[in-house]
């Protein structure tokens, strides 16, 4: 199966693989995360190693924790870690952003913008190098911005990206869905973005039907992602499309 970051032929990637690959049990998961920095410690030159932690460790933050910002912070240290051995490390770039995300989002005002630098570093090195890495993971990112932080974000954006307002990430958005159509959480995120940007209840309804006919088990790579996703994604989009 494709990877969005590279993997090593060692029994050691292969049983962390395992692992994550199985990360449905939050228990695999945290298990996996643990693993992919035994890895990153013993292999300390191999920035894919890094990145797989803080990919490892966002999802125990995201999925297992309920955001709690020491994980993320962990899994952001790895993604840095990854980027002082390769700066334009796609999975290192966009993890870290993620790591960095989930991070601020369980601390104050203050220490938001004060991390805010080093997500847009990231996020433009992103753009440059591998604009549509991880399935436009880019716009996902931007949208639940906007959607969470919309005052930060619109800000922040119209410094680091002034051509990449609302409209334009939600057309990148639908740009997505029509390369990867069963994706979940680009749905739910268009779906946010267009009524938080105008009031527009119309586009969840659309999306939240095509989250209900979706086949989830379409793209082994967006499990167990899209199951997570799935209930929480229909029960916001309900909210707006009343």
């Not at 920095?37 to 890094?50: F, L, T």
């Not at 930060?152 to 990449?164: H, S, T």
């Amino acid at each position: 199966m494709r990877r969005e970051i590279p993997i090593a032929n060692d029994p050691a990637w292969e049983e962390a693989l395992r692992l994550w690959d199985a990360r449905l049990d939050p228990d695999e998961g945290e298990d996996a995360a643990f693993a992919f920095e035994d890895i990153a410690h013993s292999k300390a030159d191999n920035p894919n190693a890094w990145a797989w932690g803080a990919r490892a460790w966002y999802f125990v933050g995201d999925y297992t924790y309920v955001r709690q910002g020491r994980i993320f912070e962990r899994g952001a240290e790895m993604g840095r870690r990854a980027l002082k051995l390769e700066p334009t490390h796609p999975g290192a770039l966009f993890w870290t952003a993620a790591c960095l995300g989930g991070f601020v989002e369980t601390v104050g005002t203050l220490r938001r913008a004060a991390h805010a630098p080093e997500i847009l570093r990231c996020l433009a090195s992103l753009r440059s190098v591998e604009p549509d890495y991880y399935f436009g993971a880019l716009y996902r990112f931007l949208g639940q911005a906007l959607v969470r932080q919309p005052g930060l974000a619109r800000q922040l954006l119209g410094r680091a990206f002034p051509e990449l307002g609302a409209p334009s990430v939600m057309s990148q958005l639908r740009q997505s869905i029509k390369k990867h159509p069963s994706f979940v959480l680009t749905h739910q995120t268009l779906g946010e973005l267009s009524f938080a940007d105008s009031g527009d209840r119309h586009v969840a309804g659309e999306m939240l039907e095509c989250i209900e006919a979706m086949d989830l088990d379409a793209s082994a790579q967006l499990m167990p992602e899209n199951h997570l996703d799935f209930d929480r994604a229909i029960e916001k989009l309900r909210v707006i499309a009343g």
